[in-house]
């Protein structure tokens, strides 16, 4: 069984950064394609970022593109989220997932593992 652990959350300033990450367990990292998911108070669950196996392939959502970078680290079987430039619009629980299909996923139902969240609040 796989399990995703969330880590690094925590409240910033607008404009400030903050780095999420991700800890895999029970299975190779290098087997999944693995996202970022968000959610707001109220809202539904939205995509934020994926990032291919091997690193090489990533895609955002339009709303984070140009401040939040995605990355992975196969060996210590970690993902992590590098936010900048945080707007109070960010404020969400963020959820790492995996998935085994091979695309770049951008649907909650996509993704076959989820991990419990980590809060991120930006103060404005």
């Known amino acids: 069984q796989v399990q995703l652990v969330e880590s690094g959350g925590g409240l910033v300033q607008a404009g400030g950064s903050l780095r999420v990450s991700c800890a895999v367990s029970?299975?190779?990292?290098?087997?999944?394609?693995m996202g970022w998911f968000r959610q707001a108070p109220g809202k539904g669950r939205v995509f934020v970022a994926v990032i291919g196996r091997n690193g090489g392939l990533t895609l955002y959502a339009d709303s984070v593109k140009g401040r939040f970078t995605i990355s992975r680290d196969n060996i210590n079987n970690t993902m992590s989220l590098q936010m900048n430039s945080l707007k109070p619009e960010d404020t969400a629980v963020y959820y790492c997932?995996?998935?085994?299909?091979?695309?770049?996923?951008?649907?909650?139902?996509?993704?076959?593992?989820w991990g419990q969240g980590t809060q991120v609040t930006v103060s404005s």
């Open positions: 029970g299975r190779s990292s290098s087997t999944y394609y």
């Open positions: 997932a995996a998935t085994s299909r091979n695309v770049l996923p951008r649907l909650t139902n996509e993704y076959d593992y």
